[in-house]
């Protein structure tokens, strides 16, 4: 059974405090994607990443940096956490060329206080 | 104008009723149009895609793409309460490796 999980279902941080998002997945996927979703806002593309040690802007990156060491694990890091970013973070993946499927990661509800 | 609309709901409908869940979208270069199903406090799945126009089914599901209307529907018949998810429709222009464009959600209930 194919599987993108991630470090933490939910996450409780106090503003001003770095945050990493740990996503890994088992399919030897080449893609990985960070997204935020939010009420009313749907998904948001925050990052992604195409290779190891390559990443690119999504939509939202303000805030937010990342980092692809190995294939498999990509993180998401919030230098300093703020409260405008509680939100549920998504981690996906997919192979190359075959972004119409994409494979979700359970999520990660990260309060910010 | 948006590049996806799609109406939030909730829709409610009895069991057994058919679903019908639509969404627009501005852009005409989009070829591969996709729907998502999301089980509450879960990531999205990949429930359906199609390529171009037409239709197609998977047992009880049936996309439906109208490039000249630019909207997509995905029917659900005899719908059943563990159907009950958030759907949302998706979208990539030609190139399959571009950035995919998400619709905000529509939240299904089915009422037993």
């Known amino acids: 059974d194919v599987k993108v999980t991630q470090s933490s279902r939910y996450l409780v941080k106090r503003t001003g405090e770095k945050v990493f998002l740990e996503c890994v997945q088992d399919?030897?996927?080449?893609?990985m994607f960070w997204y935020r979703q939010d009420p009313g806002l749907g998904l948001r593309l925050i990052y992604f990443s195409y290779d190891v040690k390559m990443k690119e802007k999504g939509d939202i990156p303000e805030g937010y940096s990342v980092s692809r060491e190995k294939k498999e694990r990509f993180s998401l890091i919030l230098e300093s956490a703020s409260t405008n970013q509680t939100s549920m973070y998504l981690c996906?993946?997919?192979?190359?060329?075959?972004?119409?499927?994409?494979?979700f990661g359970p999520g990660t509800r990260l309060t910010v206080l | 104008q948006k590049e996806v609309e799609q109406d939030p709901g909730p829709l409610s409908v009895p069991e057994g009723a058919i679903v019908s869940l639509n969404c627009t979208y501005s852009?005409?270069?989009?070829?591969?149009f996709m729907w998502y199903r999301q089980y509450s406090r879960k990531g999205p799945e990949l429930l359906m895609y199609t390529y171009s126009s037409g239709n197609k089914e998977d047992g009880r599901f049936t996309a439906q793409v109208d490039k000249s209307s630019k909207y997509i529907s995905l029917f659900i018949r005899d719908s059943q309460p563990s159907d009950s998810a958030t759907y949302l429709c998706?979208?990539?222009?030609?190139?399959?490796?571009?950035?995919?464009?998400f619709g905000k959600g529509t939240r299904l209930h089915i009422l037993p």
């Open positions: 399919m030897d996927h080449e893609n």
């Open positions: 998706a979208m990539i222009r030609m190139n399959r490796d571009d950035k995919i464009i």
């Open positions: 996906a993946s997919t192979k190359r060329g075959e972004y119409n499927e994409q494979f």
């Open positions: 852009n005409s270069a989009f070829q591969y």
